[in-house]
């Protein structure tokens, strides 16, 4: 039954994935994206990892939705995505034959189910990987000048803003 | 072939990838690219706590996925200021165009 729940779940997401990338319009796309997180969140807290998995709900179907609609808002009619330059049958190869080999060098190494105790996630972020911490801080004020260049306004002279 | 639980979370891993790499290919629109790189960012989240799950350190997995998560959102945010930037300044998002300005 578990395996059922793992199936339909990681299935639901590849197909969201999908249907998010050939979709024309990106406003949709942005909702597939969202309903990408919202499964992927499910499929890490039945792996037992809880944290992460409000944390990837919470930003990835929240936050960067929201960032998203509003960048799509701001843009306004150009967001729809034109056809691609490389051929879609030679991508299709390309990804497929890097997916076989992807898969057959990891494939041995996930044969076990380790079942040793596992240290908790705060013990590992504030002992082991403190300088994490300091990154997502530095990380965290980098995101707060990109939100303030996502939502300036001001356009600088000289510039028709006409197409290329 | 006898499927477990974490065969099929690695399948689901090979193919997000695979759907992402796909979307980088083809996507020309800037919003778009972003919008493909937290595909694979997805991806990589799992992958990160399936890996710590299958060698018995979800806690080092689980801290290295929230690293992983604040800095693709940083990404997110960066690039959707530059795709925005982009189209006030030159007019367009289409990756191509953009590209082929000088000057």
Known sequence: MERVEYVLLLMGA??????AIVSKRILSSTIYLAC????ISVVLFMLGATQVAVMELSVGAGLVTVLLVYALSVVGEDALDPSSVIPKPFAIFVVSAAALFLGWMVYPAVQFDSQMASIDLASVLWQQRVLDVWIQI?????GVMGVL???SERTPTGITGGRA | MNLTVLNIILLGIIGLLGVGVYGLLITRNLIKVVMVLQILVKAVILAFVFSGKVSGNLGL?????ATVIVADTIVAVVGLALAVQVRRRVGTLDAPQVSTLRG
């Open chain 1, 14 to 19: 590849i197909f969201c994935a999908y249907r």
């Open chain 1, 36 to 39: 990408i997180s919202a499964l």
């Open chain 1, 138 to 142: 530095v990380l965290i004020f980098s």
């Open chain 1, 149 to 151: 260049g996502l939502l």
């Open chain 2, 61 to 65: 997995g689980q801290s290295i996925a």
